[in-house]
């Protein structure tokens, strides 16, 4: 286990609809990235966070949106959901940004119906 | 924009066979390297990684082989066991170094 949890495990919205995700990163690590990861493909990176600030960004809509907190732990916030926003979301915790092995938790799988 | 992809997406291995999974990456600037295995239901586990300044790093029962020249990438796996099953895949770090782009990954079968 990488000590990354995640909150809640499954979650099912409406288009629409709003939803917040939940990471704690494993203990010492300053750095949370978050993926979506939609059936049968790879991760893709929606953003990271680092010292409370977001420090990068992939390419994903501004109502995907995040929040670090002083104890590192983050939230992934999706506004307006749609049909395709239905995937796993993956969090990963670091030591520190940059070229460092990213930990992930077991997700949180969200169905939009 | 540039990617990391897998050559194979199923590879079927004997139980106790050696296993070897392959993946090109296209950016070459990545300088850190590494392999993931995800299984059912799970997040990517860490198996193991590398840098841009080495060819060759050995874990338990687990190799990875860089080749900067063609940019290629390989996980090695000795004598495969039926817990080796799961989707492996390949990530690199960007010029950022933030960020891990993953490939689609290959499915790993173990016959007993």
């Known amino acids: 286990e990488t000590g990354v949890t995640q909150s809640p495990t499954h979650l099912i919205k409406t288009r629409g609809q709003q939803v917040t995700l939940r990471c704690s990163s494993q203990s010492g690590h300053n750095t949370v990235s978050w993926y979506q990861q939609a059936l049968g493909q790879g991760p893709q990176f929606i953003f990271q966070?680092?010292?409370?600030?977001?420090?990068g960004r992939g390419n994903f809509p501004p109502r995907f949106s995040g929040l670090q907190f002083p104890n590192y732990s983050s939230e992934l916030n999706v506004n307006a959901l749609e049909l395709d926003d239905s995937a796993l979301y993956l969090c990963?915790?670091?030591?520190?940004?940059?070229?460092?092995?990213?930990?992930f938790g077991p997700g949180t799988r969200l169905l939009v119906l | 924009g540039e990617s990391v992809g897998l050559h194979l997406p199923t590879l079927s291995v004997q139980e106790g066979d050696n296993s070897i999974i392959n993946c090109a990456y296209s950016?070459?600037?990545?300088?850190?390297f590494i392999w993931y295995k995800q299984e059912s239901g799970k997040g990517p586990q860490f198996i193991i990684d590398i840098r841009s300044n080495m060819d060759k790093r050995q874990g338990q029962r687990v190799t990875v082989l860089l080749n900067k020249t063609v940019k290629h990438l390989s996980l090695q796996i000795a004598a495969t066991q039926p817990g080796d099953s799961a989707v492996y895949f390949c990530a690199e770090t960007g010029n950022a170094g933030n960020m891990l782009t993953f490939g689609g990954g290959t499915r790993l079968m173990v016959k007993p």
């Open positions: 966070y680092y010292r409370e600030e977001e420090n």
């Open positions: 990963a915790s670091s030591l520190e940004t940059g070229a460092q092995t990213q930990y």
């Open positions: 950016n070459s600037a990545s300088d850190y």
